[in-house]
């Protein structure tokens, strides 16, 4: 199988899913359609399906003719409200996949506070701290998604933290 994504992350969910085939994703800066895109080679390879969502219509535009468009949209990760778009295009209760990867990192983690984590779990989640920047994000991160249930599993380069749900552990 073929990896895309910058960091490995489509290649950490494969193995952390264990290749699990028919997946659900949800894509929140997914950018272009191919190239260091972290959702691709679930889709390509193991026929997975999600929502992405990206601020830049070029971005969203260069999907066409390139990869599935279903669940993809314009949008700023800032106003829109996930729950009702979750809803609307029946997203599963619980999701296998949450990438979260905005610009600059007080952005992602302004989004990560809009998920509605109440209603909504996630098997595993890659969240693009970007530490390296020095920017304050990366322990109120981990403290949030601690206080959600999840465990950090590994952190890549002072950029990615990786992060799997509490109760996937335990079955």
Excluded: H
């Amino acid at each position: 199988m073929e990896f895309y994504s910058q960091l490995g992350q489509d290649q950490w969910v494969c193995s952390t899913l264990n290749n699990k085939t028919g997946g659900v994703w949800v894509d929140i800066g997914c950018k272009g359609p191919i190239d260091i895109n972290n959702t691709y080679a679930l889709e390509k390879s193991l026929g997975w399906r999600g929502l992405s969502l990206d601020i830049s219509q070029e971005d969203i535009d260069s999907w066409t003719g390139q990869r599935s468009t279903e669940g993809l949209i314009c949008a700023d990760a800032l106003t829109i409200d996930y729950e009702k778009w979750f809803s609307e295009n029946d997203l599963p209760a619980v999701v296998d996949y949450l990438s979260l990867d905005l610009e600059p990192p007080t952005v992602t983690l302004k989004a990560l506070y809009r998920i509605p984590f109440d209603k909504y779990k996630f098997r595993c989640i890659t969240y693009e701290t970007d530490a390296y920047r020095n920017m304050n994000t990366e322990q109120p991160s981990r403290d949030y998604l601690m206080s959600k249930g999840y465990v950090l599993r590994g952190s890549v380069k002072a950029q990615d933290d990786y992060w799997v749900l509490e109760e996937e552990l335990n079955d």
